[in-house]
């Protein structure tokens, strides 16, 4: 052990302020990184070789609609008649009044606006069919439903909706006969588009060629009820506390611990503005983590809490410090 | 031998400010205060070093492309590394962040390690979150689809688009890496800058200099 000082001394300084003129012990910084870089590297190298990591296979608009597809028909009608989660949605979506969540008064959604405008008529039904080649069946129900009137093209697609979910199983076979106009045939068709793995395409390529905005797909799925099915089977669920769980029995994103607790007590779990009212719980706290030493009462906490005796407790023990 | 001279330069006025602030034996001592001595101190270095295990393993995932490790068993094992090595690394600062917290470690004008520290912690909480949305399979579209609804009502979801694959990829392995990499570097700096902090109710008599030395 070596010894050293300096010549100059703070006395007007508070002790931790001023420039450690005490005892001090040999610290090898590098060997310590080294060894830590060795132990990390090894320990991280059998974690995976032990335990792997999960990889449940994607779903896909085709998969969805051939192991599902009364889930299928039935989510594409609400996109088709307006009444889907996407198409009710609200900002960045869509122009939906009333939509937003709020904070009090304040919508920081409605006030950020339609970024990623979707139109689920057009880009989740209408557009996927007319790029449909050779099927004059299908050509005769477009140009049906674009001779109509959008009143009446509503009540098609309403009435269609309102009754494939009144159809035992959601099943299209079942459902009652009524004036539906196209819409049965043009529904119909996007399905065996979907089966065919032509809508994933389809819904993907709207823009570019070299597309990776995979926006309208996912809210296509997400719309329907067989993803949160999968997902739920996964424990993943939002009452699952799923956004910190991980596909199978792997740890996935424990250290957002918090933001998940707060979906699941109230008033949070039953509010219409409960993401916007975690969000700017979460907002404030991170903000006090990370102000916490210019926070009176919080930044005293560890002088009341003595766990520094605890990892201090060599040198309280050999200094005398007792206080 | 000449005088040594003001330096009139940009160059040779950031080198002597660098050397003021920061002289290499402080940025690479060999000896720490008597007061360095627990195993908390260690979690500060296994995050460190966990970091660079996570870089390496995610640049290898990012050199094989987005498919690899879907593919391939190789690619799986180096994913697995990268899943593991990321939770190590938070633990670790988890454990870390708790250590400095009940140290009172912003004592003695740190709390710029502190902050920045805590900026490192969120921003680690974000990239990882990025990394979750790109893994392409079921837990990423679900995680994705969900986690829209939160960024959207905070209006953040009108530039930061968790749906758009080639957006949350740049995010993920090039811009925060880079910012949290950079808040490292500087709460580094900050921690050798300022050395370690003392312990609270010091001994005094440890101001005293048992021998000087010349």
Redo the contacts between chains.
């Keep these: 052990?070596?010894?050293?000082?300096?010549?100059r001394?703070h006395h007007a300084h508070?002790?931790?302020?001023?420039?450690?003129?005490?005892?001090?012990?040999?610290?090898?910084?590098?060997k310590?990184?080294v060894i830590?870089?060795a132990?990390?590297?090894v320990?991280?190298?059998a974690?995976?070789?032990i335990?792997?990591?999960?990889?449940?296979?994607?779903?896909t608009l085709s998969t969805w609609s051939r192991s599902a597809p009364n889930d299928f028909l039935l989510t594409s009608a609400t996109e088709l008649d307006g009444t889907s989660g996407t198409a009710t949605?609200g900002?960045?979506y869509t122009h939906t009044p009333d939509a937003?969540?709020k904070i009090g008064p304040v919508s920081?959604?409605h006030?950020?606006?339609v970024?990623?405008p979707i139109n689920t008529v057009q880009d989740f039904v209408l557009v996927p069919l007319t790029g449909v080649p050779a099927d004059p069946t299908l050509s005769a129900a477009l140009g049906a439903w674009q001779g109509a009137s959008a009143a009446q093209q509503q009540t098609w697609a309403a009435a269609y909706d309102d009754a494939l979910a009144k159809a035992p199983d959601n099943d299209p076979a079942k459902v009652a006969s009524g004036s539906y106009g196209p819409v049965p045939v043009m529904l119909g068709r996007l399905l065996t588009l979907a089966q065919s793995g032509g809508l994933d395409g389809a819904l993907l390529s709207q823009k570019q060629f070299f597309a990776?905005?995979?926006?309208k797909p996912?809210?296509f799925?997400?719309d329907g009820s067989y993803?949160e099915d999968?997902?739920r089977a996964?424990h993943?669920g939002?009452d699952q506390w799923?956004?910190m769980n991980?596909?199978g029995s792997?740890?996935?994103?424990?250290?957002?611990w918090l933001y998940t607790f707060w979906y699941q007590v109230s008033p949070f779990s039953t509010s219409g503005?409960a993401?916007?009212l975690?969000?700017?719980v979460m907002?404030v706290l991170?903000l006090a983590?990370?102000?916490?030493?210019?926070i009176p009462g919080v930044?005293s906490?560890?002088?009341w809490?003595p766990?520094?005796r605890l990892?201090?407790?060599?040198?309280?023990r050999?200094?005398?410090?007792?206080? | 031998m000449t005088a040594p001279t003001t330096p009139h330069t940009w160059t040779g006025k950031v080198r002597a400010r660098a050397l003021r602030e920061l002289p290499p034996d402080q940025l690479l001592p060999e000896t720490q205060p008597v007061y360095v001595a627990s195993w908390i101190y260690v979690f500060g270095v296994l995050t460190l070093a966990a970091f660079l295990v996570v870089l390496v393993s995610g640049g290898v995932l990012g050199l094989k492309g987005r498919t690899w490790w879907h593919r391939s068993s190789t690619g799986h094992y180096f994913n697995s590394l990268h899943l593991w090595s990321v939770e190590l690394f938070m633990a670790f600062m988890v454990i870390h962040l708790w250590g400095k917290f009940f140290m009172a470690a912003w004592r003695g004008k740190r709390a710029m390690t502190w902050v920045t520290g805590a900026v490192c912690f969120l921003g680690s909480i974000g990239t990882a979150f990025t990394g979750y949305l790109i893994q392409s399979n079921l837990d990423s579209q679900w995680i994705s689809t969900q986690a829209k609804d939160g960024l959207n009502a905070a209006g953040i979801g009108a530039f930061f688009n968790v749906t758009d694959f080639g957006q949350m990829l740049m995010w993920h392995i090039a811009l925060l890496p880079l910012i949290v990499g950079v808040l490292i570097g500087v709460h580094i700096i900050q921690v050798r800058r300022r050395g370690v902090v003392p312990p609270m109710e010091i001994d005094l008599r440890d101001r005293v200099p048992e021998q000087v030395t010349p």
Aim: without cysteine; proline residues 6%; hydrophobic residues 45%.
């Design positions: 052990m070596t010894t050293t000082a300096s010549p001394r508070a002790p931790e302020e001023q420039k450690w003129t005490g005892r001090v012990r040999e610290y090898d910084l590098v310590e990184f830590a870089l132990v990390v590297a320990l991280t190298a974690l995976a070789a335990f792997s990591s999960p990889d449940v296979k994607q779903l949605y900002a960045p937003a969540q920081l959604q006030i950020a606006g970024t990623h990776t905005d995979y926006t996912l809210l799925i997400a993803l999968r997902a996964e993943l939002g799923g956004m991980e596909t792997y740890p996935g994103q424990a250290w957002l503005n993401d916007a975690v969000w700017g907002a991170s983590l990370v102000l916490v030493p210019f930044r906490i560890p002088k809490v766990v520094h990892i201090w407790r060599d040198y309280y050999g200094s005398g410090a007792t206080r």
